[in-house]
């Protein structure tokens, strides 16, 4: 009987490269985009990635869905403070769980919008100057993130209140075809299963 010594999930060095690939960082700007990485990381990003100084990390596949998600609203110009207000570790209601494939927030429904070819739309709605639009001197935090399934169903959310609106299924993919080719020995992690596989 065979052992394989290769543990699951992505190590630090396999996210950056990863990640590099997906952005399409510049090799000379590695040192600098390994910095963002890491304010990420200290800003608790992906939550239960941040155990402290020597502990290595091996990343799961919804740490790395989460990253590049936040990587794309940072490209869009999200701070890393509102992220981390989201999906840091300090977060009441961490929304790491939106894309837990365990949980089957996100990778059940993925799973199904890829085998129906339906795309399953992300949008990040911050509501940033909400606090401001009442007397109240208590920050009302805004909901804020929602998972939404079909492109009607997302219009009419961007129509109702400004957005970033991320498609899910095209990101998830693109990012599945950079660890088939960098890491093929991983890609089973970033495999879903639909509900009506799972239970046949």
Do not use: H, W
């Amino acid at each position: 009987m065979a052992v394989s010594l290769i543990k699951p999930g992505f190590a630090f060095g396999d996210v950056v490269a990863i990640m590099m690939d997906l952005f399409r960082v510049d090799p000379i700007k590695r040192e600098t985009f390994v910095g963002r990485l890491q304010q990420l990381q200290k800003a608790g990003i992906p939550a239960g990635a941040n155990s402290g100084r020597g502990t290595k990390v091996r990343y799961n596949a919804a740490q790395l869905i989460t990253l590049m998600t936040c990587l794309d609203l940072l490209d869009c110009g999200a701070t890393p403070a509102t992220l981390a207000s989201f999906f840091g570790d300090a977060a009441a209601n961490n929304l790491e769980t939106l894309f837990s494939e365990e949980g089957g927030n996100f990778g059940r429904p993925l799973a199904m919008a890829e085998a129906s070819q339906m795309d399953l739309f992300f949008l990040f709605q911050p509501n940033a100057l909400g606090y401001l639009q009442s007397g109240s001197t208590e920050t009302d935090e805004d909901g804020g993130v929602l998972l939404i399934e079909g492109d009607f169903k997302a219009l009419e959310r961007l129509n109702a209140k400004p957005s970033i609106a991320i498609n899910m299924t095209r990101r998830v993919a693109e990012l599945r075809g950079v660890v088939d080719r960098l890491l093929p020995s991983q890609s089973v992690l970033l495999r879903f299963v639909a509900p009506t596989e799972a239970s046949e």
